[in-house]
């Protein structure tokens, strides 16, 4: 027990050393409906090697009122390294039927004015 509370203060601490230096939401439009992507640049500031991390996504009106809070876990496809920065394209989860486990808020994509993309979990690798 000892171990896993050890282990959970470390990614909890290491957070601080990963940086979000670039976030943007883009979407492209293939043949039928919108896909969303969050499109991110992490740099990690500190000394392990980072396997993986899950975001919270808030996104807002034009008078700062919430639309949609969302989690997006297990993002990376390539681990970064000590010291580097890495672009990242992550595709947003949406779906008309199950709207209340979307990642991006497709139905109200007119309303949003901003987001903002907080790292809540990182897990690193051994």
């Known amino acids: 027990m000892l171990f896993a509370g050890m282990a959970e203060a470390a990614w909890k601490d290491y957070i601080k050393n990963i940086e979000i ?33 899950n975001f919270e996504l808030k996104y807002y009106d034009k008078d700062d009122n919430l639309i949609k809070r969302a989690i997006v876990k297990n993002t990376l496809n390539k681990a970064i390294m000590p ?33 903002d993309a907080k790292i809540i979990h990182a897990r690193l690798a051994s």
């Open 83 to 115: 010291g580097e920065s890495q672009k990242y394209k992550i595709r947003l989860k949406g779906s008309i039927i199950d709207i209340e486990h979307a990642q991006y808020p497709y139905e109200r994509s007119a309303d949003i004015d901003t987001f």
């Open 21 to 53: 230096t670039e976030s943007d939401i883009n979407i492209e439009r293939p043949a039928m409906q919108a896909v969303a992507y969050l499109c991110v640049t992490l740099k990690n500031n500190g000394d392990r090697k980072i396997s993986n991390l």
